[in-house]
């Protein structure tokens, strides 16, 4: 028999759903203390989360996508990346984007239904969110092809679930990174579930790292849960991008800890003891663990920095909520760079209706 090709994925871990050491950690992080800058910014983004959806459940807040679960590997791909490189996100990596200077009152006014939230102050090269799921990789293979015939040194980093690593834009994305080596780096964030259709249901294959084989992109597994790995991953796919060698898809095995979104109620579809089990490898309280065992976090640190998260998280509140809502008619205003005639009588129309 003659084998026509044979391949195997790497899975990184470092850290143990226990907090301890599994394997030899990277030598940036060796030294504890220079995972507690991110290990707070997980911490925020979990309290953002919790008031967030507070605000939905009070009506403040229109229909919600929590984050919960997420915190190490959204923090984690936004830690590795450079001002000047393109992220292309769906509509759930808020840790990765504060990461890049987006600001917590910007996805309050997405998600309260005002398109100035997608008005980042963050880089105003990186993508708006993206609802229709793995459209956005198509847009980060652009602008990987764009720095790659300019010889610049950036890359474009796209994030996707498992379920939208089964589009066809998806797959058009890689084959076009493989094709032409192209700086990208494809994120597929598997949190189990496609809203409400298990992983199991929506792909044969036995990871979705492989799924970047059959473009030729270097393809890897890695513990979304666990930040040193996401850190290492990312660093990886980085370095080969920057230096030619072309993109990478990077599966980061998490959990989906929370509701699709507030509309959702996962209970008719996953069971609790499925549940259960994910928060005993979730993100925060693995790293947390390691920290105060390593003896540079304590629990009279984290309740400080709870309550400062608190108040921060507040005023973001408060700045979203004071903000003037925009009169009916900006509901035109987003859809066009110039509007066309028929949608300007439309605007008409609406102001006629009104009396102005």
């Not at 391949?7 to 871990?13: A, G, K």
């Not at 450079?82 to 990461?99: N, T």
């Not at 990174?177 to 598997?190: D, E």
């Not at 507030?262 to 579809?269: G, I, L, P, V």
Request: glycine share 8%; aromatic share 10%.
């Amino acid at each position: 028999m003659t084998v026509a090709a044979t391949f195997e994925i790497e899975y990184l871990q470092y850290l143990g759903p226990d907090g301890k050491p599994v394997a030899e950690l990277p030598a940036a992080f060796r030294d504890a203390r220079a995972l507690l800058p991110l290990f707070k910014e997980m911490l925020f983004v979990r309290t953002f989360d919790s008031k967030a959806i507070a605000l939905q459940r009070t009506g403040k807040l229109g229909t919600y996508a929590s984050c919960l679960g997420h915190e190490a590997t959204h923090i984690g791909i936004g830690a590795s990346m450079q001002p000047d490189d393109v992220f292309a996100p769906s509509y759930r990596e808020y840790g990765a984007q504060f990461m890049r200077g987006v600001l917590p009152r910007e996805v309050l006014l997405y998600w309260g239904g005002d398109e100035r939230g997608n008005d980042f102050s963050g880089p105003k090269h990186d993508y708006a969110w993206c609802v229709p799921i793995s459209t956005q990789c198509l847009h980060a293979a652009g602008a990987a092809l764009a720095f790659k015939l300019r010889k610049q040194k950036q890359l474009a980093v796209a994030c996707c679930g498992d379920g939208g690593s089964s589009k066809t834009d998806f797959y058009a994305a890689l084959n076009s990174a493989g094709a032409y080596k192209l700086p990208l780096v494809l994120c597929v964030i598997n949190n189990g579930w496609a809203i409400s259709v298990p992983r199991s249901a929506q792909t044969g294959a036995k990871t979705l790292a492989q799924k970047g084989l059959a473009g030729g992109l270097h393809c890897l597994q890695v513990d979304g849960n666990d930040l040193i790995a996401v850190l290492e991953g990312m660093r990886r796919a980085s370095e080969r991008a920057r230096s030619g060698e072309g993109g990478s898809v990077i599966e980061f095995m998490t959990y989906r800890l929370h509701d699709h979104t507030t509309a959702d109620d996962a209970r008719r579809y996953r069971e609790d003891d499925e549940v259960k089990s994910a928060w005993t490898r979730e993100p925060i309280t693995r790293l947390r663990t390691y920290l105060i065992a390593q003896g540079v976090w304590s629990e009279a640190e984290e309740k400080a920095w709870a309550e400062e998260c608190g108040k921060r998280v507040d005023v973001e509140i408060n700045a979203y909520l004071e903000t003037p809502v925009q009169p009916v008619e900006a509901m035109f205003d987003y859809l066009y760079a110039d509007m066309p005639p028929d949608v300007a009588a439309q605007r008409a129309y609406v102001l006629a209706q009104e009396g102005r």
